[in-house]
């Protein structure tokens, strides 16, 4: 015969899972896994314009490999012999973008960006962050680390002569990533920011998240939730941000890139769909207003992922 559980017993068995699965979203959401092969050739012809795709492994700070890949204007060397050897990077410096994705993305997520960028002699640079894709690490930390491995990226791309100025385009995540990094002693050469549905506080994301893990579970069929006040909301996402500091060695509450606005003057353009029910478009007009240099938000039809 089954074992008898009581109702109370399955009720804190749910909440603990819910738990658990909060703490997961934000360090170890489900990893994109991709085939290199994705990426496409290594020569190739977009919209009429020749491009380079070379790929890339980093060390980042925390000695973790990051893989990634740099797609360049090229054109023809008429003194090789092999029509493959013939096709290289253009010889003057180019503009690059720097593609960071999100938490549950990679860098397959930035080809979408090859025919808008490439035809008008840019590159295109996109990375995995440490413990997404093909990357090493075992956790992600929604901005606190991964500022650390955009430094990364930057420094090799400035460290030769090849890009002139960087921009830098963010989503979610990455967009978070991107405005905590031009807080911190950016690079000269990074003159530009693309923030595609920011968040402004991890620690406001979580509550949202928890008061809608709550709804889950009293759709689940467990009334006894709603006897749980939603003032305890605050408890739970503290328990959740000592987890979190547990397993993955980070504080949450350090994640907030509200409070680096005033610090950051690298021209920046804000956007949001006006249906995100993942991050509110509310996140990026609290940035956008607190921000200290130039900067415009755009709202867009659509929800967090859906086409740009």
Not at 185 to 198: G, K, N, R
Not at 297 to 305: E, V
């Amino acid at each position: 015969l089954p074992a008898f559980v009581p109702p109370a017993m399955s009720m804190l068995s749910q909440i603990n899972e819910t738990w658990q699965s909060l703490v997961e979203l934000v360090i170890r959401p489900p990893r994109h896994e991709y085939d290199v092969k994705e990426l496409g050739e290594t020569r190739l012809i977009v919209s009429g314009s020749l491009v380079v795709r070379e790929d890339f492994e980093l060390i980042n700070s925390r000695g973790l490999v990051i893989k990634g890949s740099h797609f360049q204007p090229a054109e023809c060397d008429a003194e090789s012999e092999h029509v493959a050897e013939n096709i290289r990077p253009r010889k003057d410096p180019f503009p690059c973008v720097v593609y960071c994705h999100g938490n549950a993305g990679s860098r397959v997520d930035a080809l979408t960006l090859l025919p808008m960028l490439l035809p008008e002699g840019v590159s295109l640079c996109c990375f995995d962050f440490s413990g997404a894709g093909h990357s090493e690490g075992k956790f992600l930390s929604l901005g606190f680390y991964e500022r650390e491995d955009i430094r990364t990226v930057v420094d090799f791309l400035t460290s030769g002569n090849r890009v002139s100025r960087i921009g830098l385009w963010g989503h979610s995540m990455g967009a978070s990533s991107c405005l905590l990094y031009s807080s911190e002693t950016p690079h000269e050469q990074v003159c530009a920011l693309v923030l595609d549905s920011p968040f402004s506080s991890l620690e406001a994301v979580i509550s949202e998240v928890a008061a809608s893990g709550k709804q889950q579970l009293i759709d689940s069929g467990l009334t006894g939730v709603r006897l749980v006040p939603n003032l305890l909301i605050p408890v739970a996402v503290a328990a959740i941000r000592r987890s979190i500091l547990a397993q993955a060695g980070f504080d949450t509450r350090e994640v907030a890139p509200l409070t680096r606005c005033g610090a950051a003057f690298i021209p920046a353009v804000f956007g949001h769909g006006e249906h995100d029910d993942m991050i509110a478009p509310y996140h990026s007009q609290r940035l956008h207003e607190a921000y200290a240099g130039n900067t415009s938000l755009y709202r867009f039809p659509g929800s967090h992922n859906s086409p740009r």
